[in-house]
Each structure stands twice: as C-alpha cells, then as structure tokens.
C-alpha cells in the first residue's frame, strides 16, 4: 500500500516536470536592479570563487549590488573580501556584521540586509557556491516577460569523481526534480535559498520572517511558503541552465547527515497539505524498505516480494532522477545499486533524527 501511494506521488511528480516549460532568454535590454546577498561564516575557503563569478556577471555593474554579512567569522573572510573590493571598485558591495534576533542566524543575516538593499529585486545565494556568468541577465528577461515577484532556480553540486559525492548529486537532482515538479503539478512546496530571488516590496508584505524565526534554518522554503499563501500566482519557477547555480557537496558523512537533518527539520514547519503528506509517504516508503530487509534477513518475508517492491521504486525514482538530470547536467547519469540499497537506511535516519535530535551547523548547535 505505502508502495502504490510512493509510485503515484513519483508518477505526478514526473509528469509535472515535463509541465514546467524551458524559458528560452532572448536579447531584450536589461532593466531589472538586483541587490545579491549573502550570509556566511568561516568562509574562507570559498568565498574566493563566488566573488569571482560574482565579478565575472555579464550584466551592467550599475543595476546590481553585493551585499555580503558575515555571522561572526573567526578566519579571514573579512580580508579576502576587503581585497576583493578593491580589486573591483565597479561593483558596488557593502560588508555588514550579523546581530543576533533570533534562533536563526542567516534569518537574522537577511533582515539585516534589508534596511540597505537599494534594488527593487533581492537575490540570495551561499558563500560555497559559483553562479552562472548568465544568471542575473536570464532572470532579468524573465522578469521582464513574466508577472512575478518570487523567482526559484536550481542548484547542483560541482562533484569530485567519487562515490561519496556521486551519492550526494543523485539525492539532490531528487530533490531538485521534486521541486519542479510540484511546480508543474500547481503545489509547490520547495525551493534552495543558494538560487532564489524575491522582490523587497514583496518581502516586506509578508512581514519578512516574522513567525517562521523559531526555526534555525528555513529562510528558502518557510518564506516561500508564506508567499504561496498570500498570492501563489507571483511564485515562479525559472527553467534555464543559465541560472543554475553551483555548490559544493559534503566531504564526510557526519557532515552530510548534520546538513540533511538541518534540510528535513524544515518538513514539521510545513502547512501545506501536500507537502506533509509527500514527506510521510516518503518517509514511509524508505523505512519500509529498511523494515523489510530486515524481516527478509530473519526469513520472515519472501525474497522475491522485497525485490519487487526495490524494483518499483528504483524505476520510478530512476526517471525522475534522469529527467532531472537532463536538464540540469545533461550528461549521463548511473544510478548505482549500492546507492538505492544504502539511501533508504540513510534516509530513515535523518527522518527520525530530525523529528528528536539537534543538528550542528556552522560550529554551533541547534534544536528543531
């Protein structure tokens, strides 16, 4: 039974992808001011390469603004990007210090960028990631092409060639072609705050955070939900390669299932029905799995029956996952065995652990 409602939830899914139309950017003249922000702390091994892309933007210098916050630092983040600054006096950028409001501290990071954002258009990305010369030059001509005020887009990682990374890539294409899909399907729910952008007037109608700062993280989706609840009309996927943004993935599994708990702590703050009820099926389907194996070791179920029902929802999450990839990767894409045996183990304990335990991020511990 969770079996037959996992695959129908899938099946929506991937037909809701193909219902999410490639925005095509043609060569209208760009208008839209942006202001980029973005929090960080301890950075200092990244930031180097997103100031670079962030330079590199093919797009009028005078339309958009950096501006960066740095949530109590303790390397030399600070100094790299004061060099940086110097280097490209054209931009105009701006560092703030984070203030401590609330349990979350890039909440806390955005709100304090508010005040001095001059642009009528925000951007949010992370200090780990690259952006796409291209990025703010599509999103314009979206913008100019559509009535929207809240732009979501897609993230991947740049994967060194392991396993390891390679597990990674393949359960965030999931969640990207998730996301997509629920756009396509008219219940979105998802959205990653490295690659999102929402109008100032907007932010300011829904009261900023306020109401949704309990929780550490959730600046992406909490906000995104409160948007779909005032006007879902103005919440817009942008489907183009040219907006993806590029991230880094985990190198260590403490650090992998500290940031999926981080992720799935967001799932009890959802109030959108379908939502909720996505992450129990998907909860369900993968301790299931998990249960399974175990009455199928101790001969309490037939081998054949586990098969069938791995088999099932490895076809299904395959397709997803390829379709997924074609558009944001458009290389090949293997889903390894090993990886479809070990991910529901994975998943059921994040599951868990998010509903009880803490999570560190940054150095520093957070409850749910």
Known sequence: MILAIYVVFIIQLIFGFDKVNSFERTNEKPKTTFSII????NEAKNLPKLLKSISSLNYPKE???LILVDDFSEDASERIYIKWRMEHGLIHSTLLENLKLSNSPKKDALTKAMPIVKNEWVVTTDADCVVNENWLLTMDAFIQKNTTEMIVGAVVYKTKNNWFHHFQQL????LQGTTIGSFGIGKPFMCNGANFAYTKRLFQELGGF???TTQASGDDVLLLQKALKKNPECVQYLKNTDVIVKTKPENDLYALFMQRVRWASKTTSYKHAYAKLLAVVVLLMNLSLVLGGVLWFEGFLAGKIMVAVFLMKYLV???LIYKTNQYIRKNKVV???VSSLIYPVFSSFVGFYALFGRFTWKGRTFSR
């Open 335 to 337: 889903i390894p065995l």
């Open 38 to 41: 973005v929090p960080f702390r």
């Open 63 to 65: 339309l958009f603004e």
């Open 210 to 212: 306020g109401g949704i």
């Open 171 to 174: 359960d965030l294409l999931s």
């Open 317 to 319: 999450d395959c397709i």
